[in-house]
Structures are given as C-alpha cells and as structure tokens.
C-alpha cells in the first residue's frame, strides 16, 4: 500500500442528521490526517514556526467520490499519497477507510499550490519540502511540472 495511514476520528458533530457522516465533513477528515502526518514531521502549519513560509498551501482543487456512508463516531484511517509534486504544487490522492482498512467510505484528489505569503503568488516548493514529501511521492507519480500548466 503506497503513502501513509493517518488514523483520525469521526466526532459526534461530524454526523448529520441522518446519523451518517456529512459530505463535507470529509474535508475535516483529510485535514485532520495531513496535520497529523506533517506536524510529526516537523512541518507545522503554524505562523509562529520557523517552516510556516514554507507550507504556505491553498487549496485549487478538491473533489471525492462517496462510496459508503460512515454512520457512527470512532475511529477511521485515512492513506494519503501524492500523485504529482509540481514546482509550485502537489496533487494528493487520499481514501477513507474503516479502522480495520476492510471498507473505502471514500476518495478522491486535492491539489494545493504553495503560496508566498507575502505576494500571495504561487512559490516554488523548495528542496527541503521536496524532500519531506518524498516519503508520500506514489512510484507512479509525476515530478517536476506544474498541475496547472502540465509544464
């Protein structure tokens, strides 16, 4: 299994009211498994950290296929990969699974594009952040181009 799994869990305030997890909570879940993965990593998403400039991302895209509903609080996993590592951006794939990784409740694809903080501009994703994301890169993946342009 490529990437890595991020155990997070699903809170009472994420169910609907149809006792089923609501679509857009599982945005939260995705969040919750990439701050978990890169704050142990060293790479806080924090203004006061000394990387936060470096982890400048916006979101450009986000979408998800539902599979299965999840229909109580606990425990699931997340994996998360990165399908492309661009020069400014990365594309991440990611599925919702049971605790046991026996069911996919859901996945799908995020692309973020590192922004300077300052301008406001996409930024070129440097060295050491390349390196961090190695460990997450699919085999299959492809280096070196920007998500937007292809190039």
């Not at 425990?75 to 590592?85: K, Y």
């Not at 400014?88 to 922004?115: N, P």
Request: hydrophobic content about 45%; glycine content about 8%.
């Amino acid at each position: 299994m490529e990437g890595v799994i991020e155990p997070v869990m699903v809170h009472f305030e994420d169910l609907d009211a149809m006792g089923v997890v609501h679509n857009g909570r599982y945005v939260l879940l995705l969040e919750r498994a990439l701050a978990a993965y890169w704050t142990r990593a060293g790479w806080a998403f924090d203004p006061a950290s000394p990387s936060f400039k470096d982890v400048f991302f916006v979101v450009r895209e986000f979408a998800i296929t539902y599979h299965v509903p999840i229909t109580r609080v606990g425990p699931v996993h997340v994996q998360l990969w990165i399908d492309h590592l661009g020069n400014t951006s990365a594309v991440y794939g990611f599925r919702v699974l049971s605790a046991d990784e026996t069911v996919t409740y859901a996945e799908g694809r995020r692309v973020q594009v590192r922004l300077d903080p300052g301008t406001l501009r996409p930024a070129v994703i440097g060295p050491e952040l390349r390196e961090a994301c190695a460990p997450l890169v699919r085999a299959t993946a492809s280096v070196g181009l920007d998500a937007r342009t292809g190039r």
